[in-house]
């Protein structure tokens, strides 16, 4: 489905179709109570009240599919919050805050904050290691913007530090870390990277002993020139910091150390989410909407 066809979607621009389809991805048997879990098929149906509302015969609450998602308490109209979530799936560097709030006519706090709600359902929680059947897996790190009590200096230092895993032809882990030492990463590869799996990296130190822990490591010596040696390379991670970087610089520009893992996790999700694994803008955006359940996101607290 193309782009343009994609956006005519009447769950885009109706509210009656948008619950709908809301409802559809997270209640495939049917309405379930997000307060008590009563799915006794009893809910009294308040639509004509207000869209989407039902009432539960159980417990006697009132909810709508919005209730323990991201989107709850959201006064967004939910028409325009899935317009936002299917434009930050199909844009492959991302959409600004600013984009969204002249293309959905909303206030500019107002989308900076769907953004990030949008962001926490992109995250998904997966522990599944990778490499698994011997699989070969990249590993390496970049750095990206300036941490906020440190002034710029020579070096990296002064810039957050990202840690990427990546399955050769399968999906990829990023990591916002304290430090690249091996005390920091190490650690982190041993619990998302099976025993038996192939690993690549540069020539960094604190890679050094990974055959003690993997099947085997392999490595290319960038400060020689080298950037690939048959199969021996970490080119797959690079295409990805480019997307990665080109977003981060090009489209949000700014980026605060509370919020970064929200943005790795976006860069993430539409990687292991890309048209080369056949998944296209609007399965995509459907499966960001799964990712959606469960998770709740607020700045002020909640009573």
């Given amino acids: 489905m193309s782009n343009i066809s994609a956006m005519s979607a009447t769950y885009l621009h109706d509210e009656g179709a948008a619950f709908a389809h809301l409802e559809s991805i997270l209640w495939p048997e049917g309405p379930v109570c997000p307060h008590c879990g009563s799915i006794s098929g009893k809910h009294y149906d ?3 009240t207000r869209v989407g509302l039902r ?3 159980d417990c006697r609450k009132q ?3 919005k209730v323990g998602t991201v989107f709850e308490s959201a006064h967004i109209p939910l028409h325009k919050m899935l317009q936002a979530v299917y434009l930050l799936c199909s844009s492959k560097k991302g959409i600004s805050s600013h984009q969204l709030h002249r293309i959905l006519c909303i206030q500019y706090n107002s989308a900076w904050f769907l953004t990030h709600r949008i962001r926490e359902a992109f995250r998904s929680g997966e522990l ?3 490499g698994g059947g011997g699989g070969i897996v990249e590993v ?3 750095f990206i913007g300036q941490k906020e009590d440190m002034p710029k200096r020579r070096g990296y230092a002064h810039k957050h530090a990202i840690l990427s895993l990546v ?3 399968g999906a990829v882990r990023s990591f916002h870390v304290e430090g690249t030492s091996a005390a920091h990463l190490v650690p982190i590869l041993r619990a998302n990277i099976t ?3 192939s690993v690549m990296t540069d020539e960094a130190g604190q890679y050094t002993h990974l055959n003690n822990d993997f099947a085997s490591h392999e490595y290319v010596n960038h400060g020689a020139g080298e950037y690939g040696r048959g199969e021996v390379h970490t080119n797959t991670l690079e295409g990805f910091y480019s997307i990665f970087k080109r977003g981060m610089k090009g ?3 700014h980026c605060s150390e509370r919020h970064l893992h929200r943005y790795v996790a976006e860069f993430d999700f539409r990687y292991n989410h890309r048209i080369a694994l056949n998944i296209h803008d609007g399965e995509r955006a459907a499966r960001a909407l799964a990712g959606a359940k469960g998770k709740r996101l607020t700045y002020r607290p909640t009573h």
Avoid: H, I, N, W
């Fill in 195 to 197: 025993k038996e799996a």
């Fill in 128 to 130: 599944a290691p990778l």
């Fill in 63 to 65: 909810f709508t599919v």
């Fill in 251 to 253: 489209v949000y520009q």
């Fill in 46 to 48: 308040l639509r004509k």
């Fill in 55 to 57: 009432k539960c015969s």
């Fill in 167 to 169: 399955e050769r032809g």
């Fill in 140 to 142: 390496d790190e970049t």
